[in-house]
């Protein structure tokens, strides 16, 4: 019978949240089994403690009737699980003396749902809490054993603008352009876009057609010297050598 009613809780289990309570700071930590389902609340410090609370199925089935049928169970599951989410949980009034905390489901509800905690002992504390990051190591597995799965050290050491320093675009157009090669936008400014490549179509053909070094070192055809010019001094007409000739022997 636990096992049918435990069923409709799957979308409950590994959930987890923080709840922030005056100056405190807890994590609460959802899991389902065949048996019933518990919630584990860690505080923040140097103390490490733990608590630990569930509901089993004849729990449950005396919150939503003993004959409550696969769609209500379904439904109950699910507004709790969108009360967690939604992070609409309080714990109440505690001092650090008491063993007991009393957490609420749906503080803003009409009907809150109250559930009682009890703390665990040190040990049991430490290797649930060894239990849960042994979890975490193996879920990084699939992720090169990255602990975050959004983090990205190829993306945390790049400037967003200096891939396209020397690209001679404006640089807000430059944001723009930034924006389209991370696909960020869904709404795109498509006129920006357009003037983005035209600067990049304009820019490439002025360094296609820019003169070379060896260019300006060649004479061009109008620096040549008229006919008839002295090579040595352009603008002087050359001297005209009239042949020697020489007297024959037999003379």
Known sequence: MSTDVLSHFGGLDELIQVIYQGLDRFVALS?????????YLGLKGPEGRWWRG???AKHILNITGVQSGPQILENFAEKLRTTF???DLAIGEWTEKDS???????????HPLPMTLKEL???EAASHATAVFTEIALQAQSRKCQLNPTFSSRNASVNPESSHTNSGLPRSLLRTRTSLD???APVVNQAAERKIKALE??????KEISPSADTTSKPSANSRPPKGASLANPNKKARKY???EFESDED
């Open 121 to 123: 002992p040190a040990a």
């Open 100 to 110: 007991d905390i009393n957490l609420t489901f749906g503080q803003t509800a009409k």
């Open 54 to 56: 569930s509901w089993s």
């Open 201 to 206: 179509a304009k820019l490439a053909r002025t």
């Open 85 to 87: 989410v939604n992070g």
């Open 182 to 184: 991370q696909g960020a």
């Open 242 to 244: 009239q042949a020697l």
């Open 31 to 39: 899991q389902v089994t065949e048996s019933a389902w518990s919630i």
